[in-house]
């Protein structure tokens, strides 16, 4: 379920949507019998009012755990399941719709060691430990073209400040885009919240990470003559 409001909670400004039009009957299911189970309890406001610290190791039973902020439909994320079965990794998700795609994927899929909280990422941030987080995705996230809406960019110091307090020293953060500006701020704003920019990868945007699938939002920017960067930066110790 979407995190509950608290008349203590810091007021915050969410900018996109919660809901589309229409989710199937099967998608209700899946939100109905298999949401609360993989959703972290901490995270919410009514069950945690003094925002306790998730027990990482009573989620995922000591595994080194990753963050992927706004999956989408859930592809990468069912992916890298799949491709590290030793690994936890939360994802987070305010759009219901994909949240619901999501639920169906992991059925399929058989994973067991995804957690989901469907709402805003800074609810995560706010119950994570301190270098708690091995490895952190944002991957095609809204792009707010309009130089007026650039401050609601995730590329920003609201989030990446939060980010990089739950990073592990070295820790990876990946960033792919279709879109050259977000790639400029990305390379101006995320240094400057203690991230190194990885050189290995610098000369060679366009190159995805050996272990990437391209998601449905890639495959959207392809058709429509958009080219996809890949950034990799470093948290400092």
């Known amino acids: 379920m979407p995190i509950s409001h608290h008349p203590d909670r810091p ?3 969410f900018y ?14 899946y939100l109905d019998q298999d949401l609360a189970a993989l959703s972290p309890g901490a995270v919410d406001w009514e069950t945690n009012p003094k925002r306790h610290a998730l027990d990482l190791n009573a ?16 592809e990468h994320m069912v992916h890298q399941a799949r491709l590290n079965p030793q690994i936890g990794i939360i994802g987070c998700e305010p759009y219901i719709n994909g949240v619901a795609m999501l639920l169906g994927k992991i059925r ?15 609810d995560i941030f706010d119950v994570l430990p301190a270098a708690s987080i091995a490895k952190a995705f944002l991957l095609y996230p809204d ?10 960019r995730f590329v920003t110091a ?25 790639v400029r701020q990305t390379c101006e704003q995320v ?22 699938i391209s998601t449905r939002y890639e495959q959207k920017a392809l058709r429509e003559g958009r080219v996809p960067h890949y950034l990799s930066f470093r948290r400092q110790a």
């Not at 996109?16 to 299911?29: I, M």
């Not at 989620?59 to 859930?74: C, D, S």
């Not at 792009?143 to 609601?152: A, D, I, L, S, V």
Request: a positive charge; zero cysteines.
């Open 108 to 122: 399929r899929a058989g994973v067991d060691n995804l957690r989901v909280h469907p709402g805003d990422a800074r």
């Open 191 to 212: 240094p400057l919240q203690g991230f190194d920019r990885d050189r290995a990868r610098q000369d060679d945007l366009h190159r995805p990470w050996d272990d990437w």
């Open 143 to 152: 792009p707010w073209p309009k130089t007026r809406h650039h401050r609601r």
């Open 16 to 29: 996109g949507r919660r809901r589309g039009k229409h989710l199937r009957d099967s998608q209700e299911v």
């Open 59 to 74: 989620l995922f039973g000591g595994r080194e755990v990753w963050l992927e902020i706004g999956f989408g439909g859930g």
């Open 158 to 182: 609201e989030y990446l400040a939060p980010l990089a307090r739950i990073l592990k020293p070295g820790a990876e953060f990946r960033v792919a885009t279709d879109i050259p500006d977000y």
């Open 11 to 13: 007021p915050r400004n």
